[in-house]
């Protein structure tokens, strides 16, 4: 069975920082491109950042490019976010999401970590 | 940037009765080197994670109800649900993955009527 089990939210001060990881099991994790998306309390989803399978790309949402570095490490399958210079606007729930062998749409997602930009 | 944009933000349909959720990209998401649309419909309830019910426009995931059918091509997109259950009252979300920077609509809240 396929999980994926987020953590390392929390609450920080804007300017702060954290990093998330997705703990990944069921599948092998090495094959898979991954994706964070987050969703604003009530609010819709909004997509962050990706990374290739390999590594060898990595995309980033205008919203956090320069702020949040997206990483993997196939050996612990581990998906990680690390994000700096946290805003009060980036408070939101933090889903990792696998993408498929097809195409790069999400079939299976993780429950979400919320982290909380507050002063 | 492509912007998704659904239709209606809100729906209210009685049980048994056909849903209909619309998604509009800016620009074409037809690839035409294979004649693929690259969208996908989502479902979200309240405390889960979004769960896939369509991708490549029409193709519906494994283990989704067959109440549940997409169509459309290029720009103009459609989530039927044939027949409303109880269960299916939730936020309906659809993606484009088309380029590198995914982006999803704003979401259609389905309740009953």
């Known amino acids: 069975e396929v999980q994926l089990v987020e953590s390392g939210g929390g609450l920080v001060q804007p300017g702060g920082s954290l990093r998330l990881s997705c703990a990944a099991s069921g599948f092998t994790f090495s094959s898979y491109s991954m994706n964070w998306v987050r969703q604003t309390p009530g609010e819709g989803l909004e997509w962050i950042s990706y990374i290739r399978s390999t590594s060898s790309a990595t995309y980033y949402a205008d919203s956090v490019k320069g702020r949040f570095t997206i990483s993997r490490d196939d050996a612990k399958n581990l998906l990680y976010l690390q994000m700096n210079s946290l805003r009060v606007e980036d408070t939101a729930v933090y889903y990792c999401a696998t993408e498929s062998e097809g195409g790069s749409y999400s079939p299976y997602w993780g429950q979400g970590t919320l982290v909380t930009v507050s002063s | 940037d492509f912007v998704m944009t659904q239709s209606p933000d809100s729906l209210a349909v009685s049980l048994g009765e056909r849903a209909t959720i619309n998604c509009k990209s800016s620009?074409?998401?037809?690839?035409?080197?294979?004649?693929?649309?690259?969208l996908a419909w989502y479902q979200q309830k309240p405390g889960q994670p979004p769960k896939l019910l369509i991708y490549?426009?029409?193709t519906r995931e494994s283990g989704v109800p067959d109440r549940f059918s997409g169509s459309g091509s290029v720009t103009d997109f459609t989530l039927t649900i044939s027949s409303l259950q109880a269960e299916d009252v939730a936020v309906y979300y659809c993606?484009?993955?088309?380029?590198?920077?995914?982006?999803f609509g704003q979401g259609t809240k389905l309740e009953i009527k």
């Open positions: 490549w426009a029409s």
């Open positions: 620009q074409s998401i037809l690839y035409s080197s294979n004649n693929k649309n690259y």
């Open positions: 993606q484009q993955y088309f380029t590198t920077h995914y982006s």
